[in-house]
C-alpha cells in the first residue's frame, strides 16, 4: 500500500494506473512528474458526491497544479478555479474555462490584473484590504463595468497546521480582521462600481480536522446577520480550500464531512438559501502525481548515508520550505518487502545547497540507478519549481489507463539561456 491508491504495486513494480514507472523513466527520462488522470477525476468526485443536491460550487486552487491538461480535465468535469494572478487567468481562458465560476484571490493584485478579470467577467473578487477595494472601484468606474465583491475576512481560527501554511490568525498579512469588516462592507456598499455579492475566508492548508472550518464558519455567519441587519445581502459564502491530503498516515477530513456539517449549520441558523464555494487545491491533486527521481550516487559517511538522487530542491521544494514530509516508495520493491537491515538514508538533490534534501531518515534498499517516487507529488511541486543551478524542469506526463501523455515536455537546456544577452 502507498499513500495514494492510483500509484500501487504490481509484480513488484510501482505502477501509474497500468504504466510501471520503469516504463516511462526508460521513455521519458528521470526527474518526471508523473499524474494520474484517474486519480483526478476521484478527486474531484469525492467534492461532486459530497455537492449533490446542494448550491455548491467548488472552485480549483490552481495554484496547486496549474497545467494545462489538469486544468481541462477539471473544466471539463465543472470545475470552477480560484486565481491568484492575472497569469492564472490566462491559463483558465486558454483551456475554455468559464469565467463566471472564477473567483479571483491574492492580497496583492495589480491594476492589469483586475482589468484583466473585470473584462473576462469573473463571479468574483475575493477582496483583501480596504486600499485593494479602493483600486478595484476605481479600475471598474474607468471601465464602466461593476465589479462582484466578497471581502476576505480573516476569522482568527487557527487551523493547526504549519505555520507557513496557516492563513486565517490574525497575524497573517491576509484579509481583512473580523472585526473591521462591517466598516470596509458599508464603504463597499457605497460605491457604485462595486457589487458585494459574498463573504470570503481561507484559513489554511493541509488542515486536517473539520473543526478549525466550523469555528471559521460561525464567525463568519455571525458577520452575514450583522450585514443583513445593515442592508447588505450576501449571496454566497466561501470558506475557501485546505482539505488536507495523506502524506504519510493522517487521515484529514473528507468534503462530505466539511458540507454535511457546513449545511447543519446553516440550515439551523435559517441561511439554507446561500450558495456555499469551495477553493481546494492539495486535495484535489495532491496525491494524484509522484515525481520520480534516479538515484545517481550512494554515499555512506560516517554520521550518514545519502542517497543522491537527480531531482532536487527546484523541483521539490516543500522539504526544504516547509519541513514537509513526502514518503519514498522504491520503484522496484514494495516497502513491505525491504530487508529488516535496511540502512537509513536521506534522500538529497545534486543542489550547491543543505537545504536540499527531499526525504530524511528513510529505511531503503537502494543501488545506484534505481528508481525512486517521491509520493504526493501532485500539488504545490512543479508550480513551485524553478531552474536554480540552470536545471532544465522535468518533463510532467499524464497517465490514462495503459496510455500516457506528455502534457509539458523536459525544457532544453538552450531554452533556459535563450532570452539572455552580454552587454554590447
Ligand atoms: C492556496 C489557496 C487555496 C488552495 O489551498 P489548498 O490548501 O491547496 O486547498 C485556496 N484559496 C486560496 C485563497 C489560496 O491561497
Redesign the pocket.
Known sequence: MTVAPHFSFKNETLHAEDVPLTTLARELGTPLYVYSRKALHDAWGAYSEAAKGRDVLVCF?M??NSNLAVLSEFHKLGSGF?I?SGGELARVLAVGGDPGKVVF??VGKQAWEMRDALQAGVKCF?VESEAELELLAHVAAQMNKVAPVSL?VNPDVDAHTHPY?S?GLKENK?GIAIEDAPAVYQRAAQLKSLEVVGVDC?I????TEVDPYLDALEKLLDLIDTLAAAGTHIKHLDL?????IRYTDETPLTPKMLLDAVFERLEARGLGHLQIVL??????V?NAGVLLTQVQYLKHTEAKNFAIVDAAMNDLLRPTLYDAWHSVEQVGQAAENRPADAKTYDVVGPICESGDWLARDRKLDVQQGDLLAIMSAG??AFTMASQYNTRPRPAEVMVDGSNYHVVRPRETLKSLFADEKPLP
Do not use: C, M
Not at 475557501?240 to 488536507?244: D, K, L
Not at 477553493?279 to 484535489?284: A, D, T
Open positions: 486552487g495554484k496547486a480560484d491568484v484571490s491574492g475575493n476576505r501554511i492563513t491576509f481561507h489554511g492548508s493541509q488542515i475557501g480550500g485546505g482539505i488536507g477553493e481546494p487545491g492539495r486535495s484535489l495532491g500539488a504545490y
